[in-house]
């Protein structure tokens, strides 16, 4: 096993922090833009999103307290398209869940050897993030 990179990890875990909650604050808007015969579903899909964001940021702040970091008030820029249809949103979604897939790889290989926890924390958020990026594609497909 090696050191814990402590600046790095927690740099990172800020990071994280700011994009998850920039998350939810992202899938609120959505959800509240989403508009025709399918909004319903896709309005409580968004909710859903928004409500995990917060959770894996709640997730990622308790691991940067108990490694001596102190979380973010900040959250991530986003960028207002004023592209409300469901193709754009979802297209916007799958950017917003590569880019979370990407930063839980960059902590898992700053965290690799370093801490088991860390490590499988990691790999859990890595596979939550692919399973959205899968189930975001399959909702584009109709849209090809």
Not at 29 to 57: C, N, W
Not at 113 to 127: D, H, P, Q, T, V
Request: proline share 3%; glycine share 4%; no cysteine.
């Amino acid at each position: 096993m090696q050191d814990l990179d402590h600046k790095k990890t927690i740099d990172l875990l800020n990071a994280i922090m700011e994009f998850e909650l920039a998350g939810v604050v992202r899938y609120t808007h959505y959800s509240l833009m989403v508009t025709g015969p399918y909004r319903i579903p896709i309005v409580d899909f968004f909710k859903a999103q928004a409500s995990e964001s917060l959770l894996h940021a709640q997730q990622v702040g308790e691991i940067l307290t108990g490694i001596d970091g102190h979380p973010s008030l900040k959250i991530a820029p986003m960028e207002e398209t004023y592209k409300h249809n469901v193709k754009d949103i979802l297209e916007e979604s799958l950017s917003h869940e590569q880019t979370a897939l990407g930063l839980y790889k960059k902590f898992l290989h700053t965290v690799d050897n370093a801490s088991i926890y860390l490590e499988e924390f990691a790999r859990n958020m890595i596979g939550q993030e692919e399973m959205h990026n899968l189930e975001l594609k399959k909702m584009l497909r109709d849209f090809s």
